[in-house]
C-alpha cells in the first residue's frame, strides 16, 4: 500500500522535474535569440559603415547582402536648412546667408534573412556647399 509520505514525494519530484524541463526548454530558446540578436547587431554595425559614406551623399537607396543578410537601405531627407551668420558688426542688422547647407536624413535599413526581417533606423547630418 502506498502511504500520504509517498504521494507526497513523488508530487515533489514530479514537480522538480517538470520545473527542470521548462527551465532548460526556456534557456534554449533564449541562448537561440540572444545567437541571433548578436548575428543582428553585427550585420547593422556593418552595414552602417558600409553605407555610412555614401548613402545621402551620392546615392539614396543602396541594397545588398552583408553577412548572410540581404539588406535594403534608404535615405529620406527630412529637413534641409541653410547656415544663417549674423554679420551685425559688418553693419548688416539682418545677418547673411552663408554657402553651406545642413541637410537632416533619416536612414531606414531593412534586413531580411530568412522567416527574419527588422527594421532599424538612424537620423545622419551631411552638410554642402552650395554656390
Not at 51 to 72: H, P
Not at 78 to 105: F, Q, T
Request: charged share 30%.
Amino acid at each position: 500500500m502506498i502511504t500520504i509520505e509517498v504521494l507526497v514525494s513523488l508530487l515533489i519530484l514530479f514537480m522538480v522535474v517538470a520545473t527542470s524541463v521548462t527551465t532548460i526548454k526556456h534557456l534554449n530558446l533564449v541562448q537561440t535569440q540572444q545567437v541571433r540578436y548578436e548575428d543582428v547587431y553585427r550585420a547593422i554595425i556593418n552595414i552602417k559603415d558600409y553605407i555610412d559614406a555614401d548613402i545621402c551623399q551620392k546615392k539614396r537607396v543602396m541594397s545588398g547582402t552583408l553577412n548572410d543578410f540581404e539588406y535594403k537601405a534608404e535615405c529620406r531627407q527630412e529637413i534641409e536648412k541653410r547656415k544663417y551668420v549674423k554679420a551685425m558688426d559688418l553693419g548688416d542688422p539682418e545677418g547673411n546667408i552663408d554657402n553651406v547647407v545642413a541637410i537632416l536624413s533619416k536612414v531606414v535599413i531593412t534586413l531580411k534573412k530568412n522567416n527574419f526581417k527588422k527594421e532599424y533606423s538612424y537620423q545622419k547630418l551631411t552638410t554642402k556647399k552650395v554656390f
